[in-house]
């Protein structure tokens, strides 16, 4: 007899008699409480997206047939072992006994005039690559092909830091105290888009062989990020790793033909034709074509090359779910990293700690072995130099003495994976606040900004060349205490300040070539888009360029204009929605009002927004966790929204004033009461 629990927040605890079982039960509860969710991550990983909702998913479907992501999974399941993939085809089989019933009471489907489809058996597969196909440096190589196109090959150092879609998240581990008696712990908060619903499910898995409570992504069956199995937790983040690349072909056609110019000549390159259905418009046709170095996703404008993308996944036709039924039978940090030598990508840094005692840190996934000149930029695919060498870098697994934070920073054991990190200074707020004994809760929502570059501009602008209005605010900025806290005037005229300063540098004599076109797809924008590159490169650029002119100006516009509000008054929530259903719109609106948000990107409260463009918080902290290993009963954990993808649940946004507020909720624990049977 399968069952199904919800605690006060409507937390799934699922039940069942094997493995399989509970992999269908997950699927179904996946289907019932995500039907909209799940169904738009499917058709997104097939190109389809534009058939339900209309023409303005159109950039998104292309680039999930060029780059194809259908095909992938499907390559991907085919590859996996029986065991697992019976396992996933369980949960296949779980989801569609549930979509039906699921999608009747989402309002998505009635607004759109669209019904569910059953899954394929590699749909999971395609669910988890839309989640991180964009999750790589690739989008980067074509932001630095285009400063080094304007600005020269030596302006990249300008914005070394990762682009809009990268850093934010945390992971910690404190140490077993044998003084106490208390055991390890683990706490962390990735950070992601704030979708709507949320990208994570908190679950509980139960069976005889395990009892995991984690974060699943809905539609795909285990736990593969933060999980707690009683014995053992888990907890990642973005080791900042570059593992694909990106390749320049030539292309020559003979009729329908394509041939690819390669290091001897001229070699046939894969091509088909796929036409695109649009809800509301005319279908539109996207040529798909795949050379030697994978699939072209794009071709630049001004040289007329098409570009190439290779990536793990494609190459060895794993994502690395081997994995996944692994972790939860885990008991120990080395069972965690024995399962995650199956791991593809995303490279992900991995703590891992047990009630042992034992604290492991891993490096798991597969980063190629090439010239470092791939890291940086779209390279020639003629050229041999560029070719992968046949390896991948060791995965790193080693024990851990004493606090282990890790913040997308550059450190020992990720150093070789990657090339741009995020800013060190999170990982070191984060052990001086464990240092000074604080509760991880506090950790988390800590909204304090480093004194860097940007904020020391300030200190270098002379009072006496400004206006009496303009001191007062310069005097008034100077002696903040830098928190981007939700009530703070300061912080909100901080944030108008660099702002208008973001917006000056749009012109400024060694920036202003940026403006022209890029060239590349309109889907990559987020990471193109110069408004928005110099508004997350401040801190760089202020380090870099002499700003003391336009930093002055920018501060005598706020202290001219209007009052620039509390912080949390402009740090708008701005969940990400397709807007389809009026009820969630609405839902969204309220969202608004109920919360007024701290942090900032640069806090380890990452909520994240881009100066010059909105101080709207469109990232930020997508869960919150901490794993006791003394008692997991004394975890808690935190998501933005709540466990219901459906407006007007009673779960659909009930976790949002206690996210926003810090406070974490507990886990569930105690044995099944059978509340839900199935």
């Not at 196909?133 to 090959?153: D, E, I, M, Y």
């Not at 888990?234 to 072909?249: C, G, I, K």
């Not at 928005?532 to 380090?543: K, P, Q, S, V």
């Not at 509000?565 to 309220?590: F, K």
């Amino acid at each position: 007899m399968t069952h199904v629990d919800r605690d006060q927040w409507g937390v799934p605890q699922l039940w069942a008699g094997d493995v399989d079982a509970l992999a269908r039960l997950q699927g179904r509860v996946a289907a019932l409480d995500r039907a909209w969710q799940i169904s738009v991550e499917r058709w997104r990983a097939e190109g389809r997206l534009a058939a339900h909702v209309g023409p303005a998913e159109l950039a998104w479907d292309r680039f999930a047939r060029r780059v194809r992501l259908d095909d992938t999974a499907r390559r991907c399941y085919e590859r996996l072992d029986p065991d697992t993939r019976r396992w996933v085809g369980a949960y296949v089989d779980g989801v569609n006994s549930g979509l039906a019933e699921g999608a009747a009471a989402a309002p998505e489907f009635a607004a759109t005039g669209t019904a569910p489809e059953p899954w394929r058996p590699w749909s999971p597969l395609g669910v988890f690559l839309v989640q991180h196909v964009l999750f790589s440096t690739f989008p980067n190589k074509l932001w630095h092909a285009h400063v080094a196109r304007t600005l020269g090959p030596g302006a990249a150092g300008l914005f070394a830091v990762e682009g809009p879609a990268s850093s934010g998240s945390n992971a910690w581990a404190l140490p077993a105290d044998p003084a106490t008696g208390r055991g390890p712990l683990i706490a962390g908060d990735p950070h992601r888009l704030l979708e709507l619903p949320g990208v994570y499910q908190q679950v509980r898995l139960a069976c005889p062989e395990f009892d995991v409570v984690g974060l699943a992504f809905p539609g795909v069956p285990g736990v593969p990020h933060f999980g707690h199995t009683g014995h053992v937790a888990w907890a990642v983040t973005n080791a900042m790793a570059d593992y694909q690349d990106l390749y320049r072909e030539r292309l020559r056609r003979d009729g329908d033909r394509v041939l690819v110019r390669d290091a001897d000549g001229w070699t046939p390159a894969t091509r088909h034709v796929e036409e695109i259905e649009v809800r509301g418009g005319a279908p539109e046709t996207v040529e798909v074509i795949e050379t030697p170095r994978g699939p072209v996703i794009d071709h630049d404008r001004v040289t007329g090359e098409a570009i190439a993308l290779r990536t793990p996944s494609r190459v060895e036709g794993r994502l690395g779910f081997e994995a996944l039924l692994p972790l939860l039978r885990a008991r120990r940090t080395g069972d965690v990293a024995d399962a995650l030598r199956h791991w593809v990508e995303p490279v992900n840094s991995v703590l891992a700690a047990d009630t042992g005692g034992g604290v492991r840190r891993l490096v798991a996934g597969l980063v190629p072995v090439r010239d470092e000149r791939c890291r940086r930029e779209p390279v020639p695919a003629w050229e041999p130099a560029y070719r992968w060498r046949g390896d991948y870098l060791p995965l790193v697994d080693e024990g851990v003495d004493g606090v282990a934070v890790c913040a997308n920073d550059r450190r020992d054991d990720v150093a070789a994976h990657g090339t741009d990190f995020a800013p060190p200074h999170r990982a070191r707020r984060i052990r001086a606040l464990l240092a000074d004994g604080t509760e991880p809760a506090t950790v988390h929502t800590d909204d304090r900004l480093p004194a860097g570059p940007l904020y020391r501009l300030l200190d270098r602008l002379d009072p006496g060349r400004l206006d009496e209005p303009a001191r007062a605010l310069l005097l008034r900025l100077r002696g903040w205490d830098r928190a981007m806290a939700a009530g703070s005037a300061e912080a909100g005229a901080y944030a108008a300040w660099r702002a208008a300063l973001a917006r000056r540098l749009r012109v400024h004599p060694g920036l202003r070539a940026l403006d022209v076109p890029c060239g590349f797809d309109e889907l990559f924008a987020p990471w193109t888009d110069p408004a928005a590159r110099i508004g997350l490169a401040l801190d760089h650029l202020a380090a870099a360029l002499d700003l003391a002119e336009p930093a002055a100006e920018a501060l005598a516009e706020v202290a001219a204009g209007p009052a620039p509000g509390e912080w949390g008054g402009r740090h708008l929530l701005h969940p990400v929605h397709l807007g389809v259903a009026p009820a969630v719109t609405d839902a969204v609106t309220a969202m608004r009002r109920r919360v007024a948000l701290a942090g900032d990107t640069d806090c380890v409260l990452a909520t994240s927004s881009v100066p010059g463009v909105s101080d709207a918080c469109w990232r930020g902290p997508v869960a919150r966790y901490v794993w006791d290993l003394t008692d997991r009963a004394a975890s808690r954990w935190i998501v933005p929204f709540g466990a219901s993808g459906r407006p007007g649940d009673a779960h659909f946004a009930d976790q949002l004033t206690r996210w926003a507020a810090g406070t974490l909720i507990p886990v569930p624990a105690g044995p099944p009461t059978g509340d839900e049977t199935t």
